[in-house]
């Protein structure tokens, strides 16, 4: 079974920061890419970020570039978000997810594995 777990959503004041985590099961997580998505209320799913197996290649969405930044540590099968200088405009809940591809990819339909999602509030 795959599973994967996210953590450290929460409310937080604009210009404020937090990281998330998502921990991941399965033996395969070092060799697959993963993602950041988020999903405001009334709004679709959009990508936030990705970062490749070995996670020297990462791509992030025009609206974060510059504020967000995705890592993993392979050995602790966990991935992270570490988000500054946040917005009301990033309140959403925040999904992990894990690719069927090795290489970091952008398009929600190319990910099999999503966590349950953690919210993210950020007021104004």
């Known amino acids: 079974q795959v599973q994967l777990v996210e953590s450290g959503g929460g409310l937080v004041q604009a210009g404020g920061s937090l990281r998330l985590s998502c921990a991941a099961s399965?033996?395969?997580?070092?060799?697959?890419?993963m993602g950041w998505f988020r999903q405001a209320p009334g709004k679709e799913r959009e990508f936030v970020a990705t970062i490749n197996w070995r996670g020297e290649n990462t791509y992030y969405a025009d609206g974060v570039k510059g504020r967000f930044t995705i890592s993993r540590d392979n050995a602790r099968n966990t991935v992270y978000l570490q988000m500054n200088s946040l917005k009301p405009d990033d309140t959403a809940i925040y999904y992990c997810?894990?690719?069927?591809?090795?290489?970091?990819?952008?398009?929600?339909?190319?990910?099999?594995?999503w966590g349950q999602g953690t919210q993210v509030t950020v007021s104004s």
């Open positions: 399965g033996r395969t997580f070092s060799t697959s890419a």
């Open positions: 997810a894990r690719s069927t591809h090795s290489i970091a990819v952008k398009t929600t339909g190319e990910y099999a594995y």
